[in-house]
């Protein structure tokens, strides 16, 4: 999948928003730049199915070797589907983490949070800033 159409948050996450029979479907992942720099992946926590999500607030968690860290809700809405193939094959975040290392897809409820993320190129700014 090509980067050039997610929208990424300050903490992190890839977002790629989709229209579903009328509704706005928010398919969420870690970037790749912060799974290089968790680097030994070892324990992933998805969100719960029906589990209503706010932008900005920790929705799951990853763990590496060196440290645990949240996974944030990017937008408000109602977690619809989580990869429960991810947590027992947490290669497949290095393989490709826009393909394959989606987290969870969301029903957004609200879509104002969307005004905050990052194109691809803001992203990689970030990213080069924070070394």
């Keep these: 999948m090509s980067t050039d159409n997610l929208l ?11 229209e579903s029979d009328g509704a ?28 209503e999500v706010t932008a900005g607030e920790s929705f799951g968690e990853i763990e590496s070797v060196k440290a645990v860290s949240d996974i944030y809700a990017p937008v408000t809405g109602e977690v619809i589907e989580a990869n429960t193939a991810l947590p027992d094959n947490l290669d497949s975040l290095h393989e490709d983490a826009y393909i ?17 993320l990052m194109d691809k190129a803001g992203y990689e700014k970030m990213c080069a800033e924070e070394g």
């Design 8 to 18: 990424f948050a300050k903490t992190h996450e890839w977002v790629k928003v989709e």
């Design 24 to 51: 706005k479907i928010a398919t969420v992942g870690i970037s790749a730049h912060a799974i290089e720099a968790l680097n030994d992946l070892v324990y992933l926590e998805l969100p719960e199915v029906g589990k």
């Design 100 to 116: 394959n290392g989606w987290i969870a897809k969301i029903k957004i409820s609200d879509d104002t949070a969307l005004a905050d």
